[in-house]
């Protein structure tokens, strides 16, 4: 089992940023696929962006691309979520995710993550 712990929400107006930090404990070495999902009230929770542990994977949701940039440090066993030019729309709560394993379906597939982190809201005000 890996404990996520999420950091660094909080409120910002539209167009500032934000860089949410998971950082992750246990058997970290067994996370295949590292992601970011986002629950808004009301709507399913989504994927944001994936990286697999290598890095040689990485994946964006279209909303956010070229505006998120998703990053690790493995060895500070740690996720990052870079958020740049955040909108209104962007308000949810943030969780990260570990998913081991290759397969599985797509990497937005919220049942490929066995481990998630509690989350660390997010507010975008107009």
């Known amino acids: 089992q890996v404990t996520l712990v999420e950091s660094g929400g909080g409120s910002v107006q539209a167009g500032g940023s934000l860089r949410l930090s998971c950082a992750a404990s246990?058997?970290?070495?067994?996370?295949?696929?590292k992601g970011w999902f986002r629950q808004a009230p009301g709507k399913e929770r989504e994927g944001v962006a994936a990286?697999?542990?290598?890095?040689?994977?990485?994946f964006y949701a279209d909303s956010v691309k070229g505006r998120f940039t998703i990053s690790q440090d493995n060895a500070k066993n740690t996720l990052y979520l870079q958020m740049g030019r955040l909108k209104p729309e962007d308000t949810a709560m943030y969780y990260c995710?570990?998913?081991?394993?290759?397969?599985?379906?797509?990497?937005?597939?919220?049942?490929?993550?066995?481990?998630w982190g509690q989350g660390t809201q997010v507010t975008v005000s107009s």
């Open positions: 990286i697999t542990a290598g890095g040689a994977g990485i």
């Open positions: 246990g058997f970290t070495d067994r996370s295949y696929l």
């Open positions: 995710a570990h998913a081991s394993g290759p397969s599985g379906g797509m990497w937005y597939d919220r049942s490929r993550y066995t481990d």
